[in-house]
């Protein structure tokens, strides 16, 4: 009978029920193995704590729990927690799957889960390879687990019962994965990161006007050895001749051949050399350093610009050409609040901005070479 458990700490006649911040526990620690008597019910939607002899698991005092009708079980349920431990239960049902620890069964009782031990943290080793990706890769998420029954992964909704292996992932910016182990009356959670970086821009081409107008392809000048580079001339550099009025199939050449230039200039720089700068113009169209923008834009559009920018350049014009592009909906980064985006614009022409770039050109039939000359940095002026 209950009565040969213990002394009663508690009976109750009728229905036992635990507002949503209220508690309901045993006299912790107690002195003596004790009997707590339920009446008809036990609706929990706060915190239920039956622990016997203490708050630690293992103690050998335990608490009895049992119905006022013998043989009649008690129902538990609700939406709160229970901490059940250092018992013997009898005449006592619950759909809620709940977990007894270094506890038992004393009869009649269902849907409980009684454990002879106490709950054991589980272990964990997780892990991404490789632990960084270009964009568009993936990467395989591993792990091994012990004393746990399920496993799940986030971000995400993957869950599995297997205790070791692995998962391929492919995310599209850098992503912190958790993976939460969940055991009898025990869980715990490990981390880890996986690094996403943007592919690498392919080289611009490079072209020379030859005899005749022809255009022709030569090395890249990132690719010939210092020796090759030409001696400084003792006079600006000529103007190719080219066309009053370009064609549209010479434009993207021409186009190509001022990056060229520009960049001819920023490598004989690096290697000491010192070249007069002759500005390349191209016809209808002036170049990054002539008085005449203003012709083509607003004053203030023609204060922003004052140069040519491409891969790499940094400044207040970036900055102010990221803002043009988040402004005219070609963002540059469409998360709220990350580098480059709507109000967070940056001084830095990094690939994200040159992609902004080839869509705002593509769509204004602009030859989508991601960068800002002449030709962009007018047509911008146009349109205000």
Known sequence: SASSAGPAIFTASGPVSVAASGTLADYAPLSASSTLVLGTSLVNDGTVSFSGGGPSCGNPVSLYLASATSGVPIPWSGTGSFLLQNLSMQDQTTSLALDAFNS?????????????????????????????????????????????????????????????????????????????????????????????????????????VAAGGVLAPVPSPALMPSSSLPSAPASPLPSSPVPASPSAPLLPALISLERTFNDILVLAQAQGLSLPYAPFALPGIPSSSSSSSSSLSSSSFSSSFSRDLSLGDRGADVRSLQAYLNSHGYPVSSVPGAPGSAGYETDYFGPATMLALEKFQASHGIPATGYFGPITRGYMGKQG
């Open 104 to 208: 038992t069964d004393a009869g009649d009782v269902g849907g409980f889960s009684f454990f002879p031990g106490c709950p054991v943290i589980p272990t964990i080793s997780f892990s991404a390879t490789p632990a960084s990706i270009v964009q568009g890769g993936s990467a395989t998420l591993s792990w091994s687990v012990t004393n746990a029954s399920s496993v799940a992964i986030l971000p995400g909704s993957f869950t599995t019962t297997t205790l070791a292996g692995s998962l391929a992932v492919a995310p599209a910016s850098t992503t912190l994965y958790t993976l939460i182990a969940t055991g009898p009356g025990a869980s715990s959670t490990a981390t880890t990161s996986l690094a996403v970086t943007l592919p690498a821009s392919a080289p611009a081409p490079v072209v020379q």
